[in-house]
T-cell receptor
Framework: AQRVTQPEKLLSVFKGAPVELKCNYS??????LFWYVQYSRQRLQLLLR??SRESIKGFTADLNKGETSFHLKKPFAQEEDSAMYYCALSGGQGGSEKLVFGKGTKLTVNP | GAVVSQHPSRVICKSGTSVKIECRSL??????MFWYRQFPKQSLMLMATSNEGSKATYEQGVEKDKFLINHASLTLSTLTVTSAHPEDSSFYIC????????????FGPGTRLTVT
């Protein structure tokens, strides 16, 4: 069964501190992993996808198949990073196109 | 690009009535649209997957006769909540997956349904 686990419901850091939002997944094939972000009163939007291997707003995420993890990292958090972050998985090529979401982590960056 | 709209953004209806929510992809064609439900302070729960021109695929536990989904064109999908009850009150979100792309979904702003 497909499952995404975000162990931290809440995460609070100070501005300028490093931040890591954890995500572990369970999937038998080769999944596609995504990070979505939802700022206050805004719609859910794509932040990162693992196959692009890109850095967006200073965030990076590396897929670790051995540890079945896709943690989101940023070396220096900013106040505007405060938001709800969701890790999501889809079945990849040949697999199910639907997204399975984790429960989300609320990140608060304090001044 | 890749903008998805929903209408209405907020609706209040009486128990027993039906409500239709529209989801449109504004600048791209969406072969597949998805309908989610989000309870307060919780994650998104997928209700159904809608493919243009075919019947929707519902997730386990979602009543297809209660939540009618129509995907008549490549830019429009509708969700009709029939005979609404207070427990149907929720935030309904749609997303669309483009013909091209890397599998990502683009989300609408959501519709707040309140059934009185």
């Amino acid at each position: 069964a497909q499952r995404v686990t975000q162990p931290e419901k809440l995460l609070s850091v100070f501005k300028g501190a490093p931040v890591e939002l954890k995500c572990n997944y369970s999937y038998s094939g080769s999944p596609e992993l995504f990070w979505y972000v939802q700022y206050s009163r805004q719609r859910l939007q794509l932040l990162l996808r693992h196959i692009s291997r890109e850095s967006i707003k200073g965030f990076t995420a590396d897929l670790n198949k051995g540890e079945t993890s896709f943690h989101l990292k940023k070396p220096f958090a900013q106040e505007e990073d405060s938001a709800m972050y969701y890790c999501a998985l889809s079945g990849g090529q040949g697999g199910s196109e639907k997204l399975v979401f984790g429960k989300g982590t609320k990140l608060t960056v304090n001044p | 690009g890749a903008v998805v709209s929903q209408h209405p953004s907020r609706v209040i209806c009486k128990s027993g009535t039906s409500v239709k929510i529209e989801c449109r992809s504004l600048d791209f064609q969406a072969t597949t649209m998805f309908w989610y439900r989000q309870f307060p302070k919780q994650s998104l729960m997928l209700m159904a997957t809608s493919n243009e021109g075919s019947k929707a695929t519902y997730e386990q536990g979602v009543e297809k006769d209660k939540f009618l989904i129509n995907h008549a064109s490549l830019t429009l999908s509708t969700l009709t909540v029939t005979s609404a009850h207070p427990e149907d009150s929720s935030f309904y979100i749609c997303s669309a997956r483009g013909v091209r792309g890397l599998g990502e979904q683009y989300f609408g702003p959501g519709t707040r349904l309140t059934v009185t």
